[in-house]
């Protein structure tokens, strides 16, 4: 055997070896092929994070996490690609109601690239026994630009997430250009109701609801761990020229 082919045969072992061993150090490959199965009380500390991504995937949709940005049946989570973070770093907390739907699509979302996937263990059922709340989400809305004249609306969600039910004792707001809503006065364990609120900066018929404004809703409940709860709109009001 010459000498040159001797050389040829031990490169292509070195580069063999390196590919393998690349291969088995790359976190990035670990990452997306194996989405991180995590536990209620360590899921309840991410999902607490307002930059993570919470996603539900039951179907049928069911009451969601106070909290939760999007809801995706668990097999179409390709055909919804568009409604993930664009980030593939952001981390992305998938659950269902056992554990049985999101550990399909949390595969799915590593499969689509993104590095940071949690799957709830045990589901919503799980998650239950360790995490009571009573919650708006999200905690603050940016109506942008507002004209002065112009009507702003926005939609809040409040969540009864515990095992009572809870009676609202109170809805109102901190100035008299917002007005709040909500239609349901009784909320049963684990159900959601939506807070409809509208902005008026020219309600006082002068010019004090002018410029970078900030303005807050609060919620009473006869829950004594929850008495009130608050989210909060901003807004930019200027005058047409």
Known sequence: MSGKLIKTISLLIILAAAAVFASRQSPWRDQTLK?????PADFSKLAK???????DVHVPEQTHIPGTKKFIPFDQIAENIDSLPADKNTPILVY??????????AQKISELGYTNVYDL???????????VEVKISPPSQ???EVIYGD???????LTNFSP???K?????TSCGCTKAVMEKKELKAYEAAEIKVSFDPAVHKDDTDLGEITRTIYIETDNPNFPRLTSTIAAKVIKKN
Do not use: H, W
């Open 151 to 157: 009507v702003s609306t926005a939609a809040f969600t």
């Open 142 to 144: 940016d109506l942008g």
């Open 49 to 55: 994070d307002e930059n993570n991504f919470l996603l």
């Open 121 to 131: 263990e045990g589901g919503l059922n799980g998650y239950k026994e360790s995490n």
């Open 164 to 166: 009572a039910p809870i």
């Open 168 to 172: 609202i004792t109170g809805v109102s």
């Open 96 to 105: 269902c109601r056992s554990g049985n739907m999101s550990k399909i699509a």
């Open 35 to 39: 989405p991180q199965l995590i536990e």
